[in-house]
């Protein structure tokens, strides 16, 4: 059987949307963070499919996809810190309780 | 060349003291400074004065002497106008007067003298240049140069709801200058018939050029934009919370030099400009500031925080002012002129007073207060002679004063003028009321509070800010006619663009 | 020799209050009380030249065809208000202010030599702030000489604000005293008020005639009342208006009824400033102002006549009130407001074609003669106090045997005001008598009997301090006073015998030409029994202690305690001023400024910090509520943009 562009957009557009409705719904940052990473995962894919099949001899997309893991990574990183510190401070990582620095 | 003016230097040493300030190590320091540069103005204020005198001896007729112009902003043809008349003059001499004053009378500025200095000389920078400006735009930015630190020095140095006040000074001054800066744009755009536009005064008045619709819409504007500063009813609010909280320097200075802007601006922008519009508006203004003026003297009455007097007694007063101005003739104008000098310098000695008394009981509260005469002889001397001052006794500034503005306003034979004239007199009579009730009340009598015989009298920097200041008022009310002549003749070209409007 | 020299007479006591003023402290209380009644001699002394050499001196055109000229011996520019409405302060010497040169510097060297003996304690010390007193003493009798010199009416205002702060200072002199204070915060409010009028009325009159000059207004008054152009004003010429107006100044330094009631609280002042300020000099600065401008006002017949009314009525009510009092300031002080309404009506009653204007001469003769017996009861006056240390007439009684000079002279100046011959008094009543009976019959009988009043009430005011009764004074008895007092006491008493002699019209008349005074023999014999009879009414009920009077008073209660509450003016006036101006004007205007003014400011202030506040939600910082907005957002665009496209 022939993997047409749609097997591949669906699980993608699946993943998204999952990723969109935890970022909104979510109040732990941790929780956030990882919807954060399914868009991006999503995404990813999308690059990867669309250069598959639309562009088959270049690999710009499959390259880019690369840097945007590699990104996300780091990204990954900073934002645990930024949350583990958070937690040391806060004793808390619930974002509705965080409004200090708001006013 | 620029420095070959001697205006420019009424800005250059402020800016120099505050350079001098800011190097400043400690507060002997920070005083000597701020003594050197009050002298140095003091004694430039009093050879302009004979420099200007020589000129018209001679013979010179200009409108305004020592005038140059220094262009700094092409585009919109922005220049660095200076020149005086005989009304800047006056007003020069008395802003210098009263930063002398008001540098003896912040002698012991606790905390961060350095920094109250600072803001203090940059304030008399915004004021110096305000009067020695006849550019519109040069006008408007030492305006707002002026209105600035006044938050500030209110806002840390002073006492009681001092934030409140501050931010409600701040804010309705601003509104007053979004109209202000509004009408000159406006007036800027209609400055010339053949599309040379220009902001100096001078080319302005002379063009005349502003259409009559136009100026129904921009005199307002700009009147109540100084108005607000002159504490026209109902927008004198900002002034007895203001006073209240303010710091006794920078009371002196608001009232005694701050608020004289707005009686400036209101006659030198306003009527100079849109002569038409003046004489068909003048009534609407006229009524409101003979409001400002019973107003403001009632109010006075009831109150019981010794700066809340004076403060509305300054809005009688400067409401005094900008009646006068509306009058449109030169003997009221000059009496409007006569009564900012006076009022300056007996305000200031007023909060001055104030100042020393409330650092001595702390208390503002007459209820709370009796029988200081005893105690502290020249500052009740003092006070006594300011009120009597404030309540227009002959021999001192307000009676002068006064007076000339009465007879300018009786030269209108209608019945409104008429009225409103009475009314503005009755003002004088409520001022002997409430001035008296003070003096009755905090000075006289028996000692209300024992703890308070234990307070000392004035010392010398503080004796030495109040004598300046009575050896002024007194000066202005036996010789008169030095002064009035002076200013009488520089309404000659105001009176003129009214006549032909 | 001109009278250019005359300058000083204003400047030595300027130099002296200036002096005394500022280097005061640094005196001793002696030397500075010294230096004042010696600076206060020599100026008396120049005076003296001044206005004898105006009447006798060699000729320097005083006298032009038998009418005496006025001259101004000097003027400055001060202020120019327009081209023609001009300040200048000056020296005018006419008959009437040479005259009161005379009577105000001879008045206050009395009062200020009496002062170094009254202003000590018990101990012969003098008192605290002397200095300050005699500084005070100068600067009021400089504002009253600048005040009859002036030549124009607005240096007299600027006096006669001078002399008002000054009668301010001097009744605040004690300034510990509650009393004293709100005393001299009434006087100074009350003539301010009054003077709103004078002010106004200078306006208007300077308005229609373009000058202040007296000399240019006087002169020619059918042509300054016809500047006006008949402009009126509520149905009255205007002129009658500012004339008016000009005659409140003076009711109320002159303290006419309804304006009087500072006068009797004055005396809370040390007594000689009571003599010098509130009995001879500053208080008939209203009659001076009249007969000032007479000749405008004998234009105005309305003015006239509420200057009449307002007169005869005053004189009658302090008499009235006088008869009552129990403090002896307080009866001198009424009988002072009585004696100077005499001299208003006298003016209002005066005609240029009623036999040849005496009722101006009669007032200034009475003024004169007034100023001498007046000032020298108050000195008597101060005498007793110093001598009792009371006010009370209940604390005195028999001191005819510790006082004696006190007595003599006390005696001379009740026979001088109650009008017996010859004493001044009776020839100066007389003639204001005959100008009454000349203008209406009514007003004469009418001053006739206030006259009559006027004997019976110094008489028992005499009888009750020097006979009635004898209380006990324990081991401090009363005795005559120290030399400085007693001398001026002598002195005045001298004068007050002999002043009615002084053939007065000769040098004071309306149109200032010769007027000889004849007496009018039935006008003096009816005035002089009526005096006589009221004296011996007051004799019968005052000389021995008896319950008759006690026995009047319960008679007629109510009309007794309502004189004794002076008929509640004061109350009436305390209503006015706190209950009306500071209850219901003052307070709601305050209260208005604050909360309705300034509220609404306040209000804007708020709106817009709660308009921001609410936009603020807006802008939570919340991505995720951002993310849902946006997502909303961009399905909505999308779906819009499918729908478009189908």
Redo the contacts between chains.
């Keep these: 059987m022939d993997l047409t562009l749609l097997m591949y957009l669906i699980p993608s557009l699946i993943m998204f949307c999952c990723g969109v409705y935890g970022f909104i719904t979510r109040k732990n940052m941790i929780a956030i963070l990882i919807s954060l990473e399914l868009m991006l995962n999503a995404v990813d894919i999308n690059f990867v499919v669309f250069n598959r099949f639309l562009f088959p001899g270049e690999m710009e997309g499959m390259f880019f996809s690369l840097f945007a893991i590699a990104i996300a990574a780091a990204e990954t990183a900073l934002v645990i810190a930024i949350i583990i510190n958070v937690f040391r401070m806060a004793k808390n990582i619930d974002i509705r309780e965080l409004t200090k620095m708001k006013f | 060349m620029i420095w070959e003016n001697i205006l420019i230097y009424f800005v250059v040493i402020p800016v120099l003291t505050l350079a001098g300030l800011a190097i400043c190590k400690n507060i002997k320091q920070v005083r000597a400074v701020s003594v050197i540069g009050a002298t140095v103005l003091m004694a430039l204020g009093v050879y302009l004065l004979v420099e200007f005198l020589q000129l018209r001896a001679a013979g010179v007729a200009d409108e305004m002497l020592f005038c140059g112009d220094w262009m700094w902003f092409e585009p919109m043809n922005i220049k660095l106008s200076l020149g005086v008349d005989g009304i800047s003059v006056a007003m020069l001499l008395l802003s210098c007067v009263i930063v002398f004053a008001g540098v003896f009378a912040s002698w012991n500025m606790d905390p961060l003298p350095r920094e109250y200095f600072m803001w203090f000389w940059l304030l008399s920078t915004g004021v110096f240049g305000f009067f020695i400006a006849i550019d519109l735009f040069t006008m408007f930015m030492f305006y707002e140069v002026a209105l600035i630190p006044m938050y500030l020095l209110i806002g840390v140095w002073g006492s009681g709801n001092k934030n409140y006040s501050a931010m409600k000074l701040t804010l309705m001054l601003m509104g007053a200058s979004a109209l202000l800066m509004l009408g000159i744009i406006g007036v800027y755009f209609h400055s010339s018939a053949d599309g040379n536009l220009t902001m100096n005064l001078l080319e302005i008045a002379r063009n005349n050029a502003i259409p009559h619709e136009w100026q129904y819409f921009l005199f307002p504007m700009t009147f109540v934009g100084f108005g607000v500063l002159g504490a026209m009813f109902p927008f004198h609010t900002w002034s007895p919370d203001g006073h209240a909280s303010a710091p006794t320097a920078v009371s002196m200075l608001h009232a005694g030099v701050l608020m004289k802007l707005g009686g400036y601006g209101c006659f030198r922008i306003a009527i100079y400009l849109m002569p038409h519009a003046a004489n068909e508006l003048a009534w609407i203004f006229l009524v409101l500031t003979g409001i400002s003026v019973v107003y403001g003297a009632f109010s006075a009455c009831v109150q019981t925080d010794l700066k809340y007097i004076n403060a509305y007694s300054s809005v009688s007063h400067c409401g005094m002012v900008l009646f006068a101005i509306l009058m449109l003739n030169t003997t009221a104008m000059t009496g409007a002129i006569m009564q900012m000098l006076s009022h300056g310098l007996m305000t200031a000695l007023f909060f001055a007073l104030i100042g020393m008394i409330y650092g001595r009981t702390h208390t503002r509260d007459i209820r709370k207060m009796g029988g200081l005469m005893q105690i502290m002889p020249f500052l009740g001397v003092g006070y006594v002679i300011a009120g009597l001052a404030n309540l227009g006794l002959p021999g001192f500034s307000g009676f002068v004063a006064e007076m000339t503005i009465f007879v300018g306003s009786f030269a209108h034979a209608d019945l409104f003028h008429r009225v409103l004239t009475i009314m503005a007199c009755t003002a004088i009579v409520i001022t002997a009321v409430y001035i008296l009730r003070v003096v009755g009340k905090m000075l006289y009598g028996p000692v209300h509070d024992e703890h308070h015989r234990t307070l000392t009298d004035a010392v010398w920097h503080e004796k030495f800010a109040v004598i300046t200041l009575i050896v002024c008022v007194a000066g202005l009310g036996c010789f008169p006619n030095f002064f009035n002549e002076i200013i009488y003749d520089s309404f000659a070209p105001i009176i003129k663009a009214l006549g032909a409007f | 020799m001109d009278f250019s020299y005359s300058y000083l007479v204003l400047v030595l006591p300027l130099i002296t209050f200036l002096f005394l003023g500022l280097m005061g402290t640094r005196l001793s209380r002696k030397t500075a009380g010294v230096i004042g009644t010696a600076m206060m001699g020599v100026a008396a002394v120049i005076a003296y030249s001044v206005a004898l050499e105006y009447f006798f001196g060699a000729d320097q055109g005083q006298i032009v065809d038998g009418i005496r000229q006025q001259i101004i011996a000097w003027d400055l ?6 081209e023609n ?1 001009v300040i200048k302060v000056g020296f005018l010497l006419d008959p009437i202010s040479a005259m009161m040169l005379i009577v105000i510097t001879t008045v206050s060297f009395l009062v200020h030599l009496y002062s170094l003996g009254y202003m000590q304690d018990h101990e012969h010390k003098y008192e605290k702030g002397l200095q300050r007193y005699y500084a005070f003493l100068s600067l009021f009798t400089l504002s009253m000489l600048g005040l009859v010199v002036a030549p124009n009416i ?1 240096q007299m ?3 006669w ?2 002399v008002g ?1 000054s009668s ?1 200072l001097l009744i ?1 002199f004690y ?4 009393a004293a ?2 005393a ?2 009434k006087a ?2 009350v003539t ?2 009054a003077d ?1 009028g004078f ?2 009325g200078i ?2 009159l ?2 229609y005639t373009q000058t202040f000059d007296f000399i240019t207004l006087t002169s020619n008054p059918t042509a300054a009342i016809a500047t006006a152009g008949g402009a009126t004003f509520m149905g009255c010429s205007v002129m009658a208006w500012a004339l008016t107006l000009i005659f409140m100044g003076g009711a109320g330094k002159s303290a006419m009824f309804p304006l009087h009631i500072w006068l009797p609280d004055a005396m809370e002042g040390p007594t000689p400033v009571s003599a010098l300020i509130h009995a001879a000099t500053m208080v008939v600065a209203g009659v001076f102002l009249v007969a000032r401008l007479f000749p405008l006002y004998c234009l105005e017949e309305g003015t006239m006549t509420v200057i009449t009314v307002i007169g005869a009525f005053t004189a009658f009510y302090a008499a009235a009130v006088a008869c009552v009092q129990s403090d002896i300031k307080r009866v001198l002080a009424f009988s002072t407001i009585s004696q100077i309404a005499f001299m208003i009506t006298s003016l209002g009653v005066a005609r240029p074609e009623l036999h040849e204007g005496v009722g101006y001469m009669a007032s200034m003769f009475h003024l004169f003669t007034h100023a001498m017996f007046k000032a020298l009861l108050f000195l008597c006056a101060g005498a007793i106090i110093h001598a009792v240390h009371s006010n009370e007439m209940s604390a005195m009684g028999g001191l005819r045997k510790y006082m004696p000079i006190c007595n003599i002279a006390f005696l001379i100046g009740c026979l001088a005001i109650a009008g017996i011959p010859p004493f001044a008094g009776f020839f100066s009543k007389d003639e204001i008598l005959v100008a009454a009976f000349e203008q209406n019959t009514f007003w004469g009988i009418w001053m006739m009997l206030v006259a009559g009043m006027t004997a019976f009430y110094m008489f028992r005011l005499y009888y009750k301090i020097f006979w009635w009764n004898n209380p006990d004074y324990g081991h401090h008895t009363p005795h005559d006073a120290p030399m400085t007092m007693s001398l001026p006491l002598i002195i005045l008493s001298l004068v007050s015998i002999v002043a009615g002699l002084i053939p007065f019209g000769e040098f004071v008349s309306w149109n200032r030409a010769d007027y000889h005074i004849h007496l009018n023999m039935t006008v003096a014999v009816s005035s002089v029994a009526v005096a006589v009879v009221a004296i011996l009414l007051a004799t019968k009920l005052y000389l021995k202690e008896n319950s008759a009077p006690a026995k009047m008073a319960n008679a007629f209660k109510g009309l007794w305690t309502a004189a004794y509450h002076r008929f509640y003016m004061d109350e009436l006036y305390q209503f006015i001023t706190h209950k009306i ?2 209850e219901r ?3 709601p ?2 209260w208005f ?1 604050r909360q309705i ?2 509220g609404s ?1 306040n209000g804007l ?1 708020n709106i817009a910090n709660s308009a921001s506040y609410a936009i603020r939600k807006l802008q ?3 991505i ?1 509520s951002y ?2 907005v946006y ?1 909303i957002g961009a399905l909505l665009l999308a779906a819009v943009t499918v729908i478009c496209l189908i």
Excluded: C, H, M, N
Aim: proline content about 2%.
């Design positions: 520019t001060w202020l120019e208000f327009t409405l607005f205002y600027i006096f604000e001078l702060v301010y605040g300034y510990t005293l509650p204070v709100s001299s915060k100074f409010i301010r008020f709103l002010l106004i306006l208007l300077s308005f101006i500071f004007v003052s307070r205007l305050a400024d003014v300034d400011l202030a939570s910082g919340s995720q993310v849902y997502l």
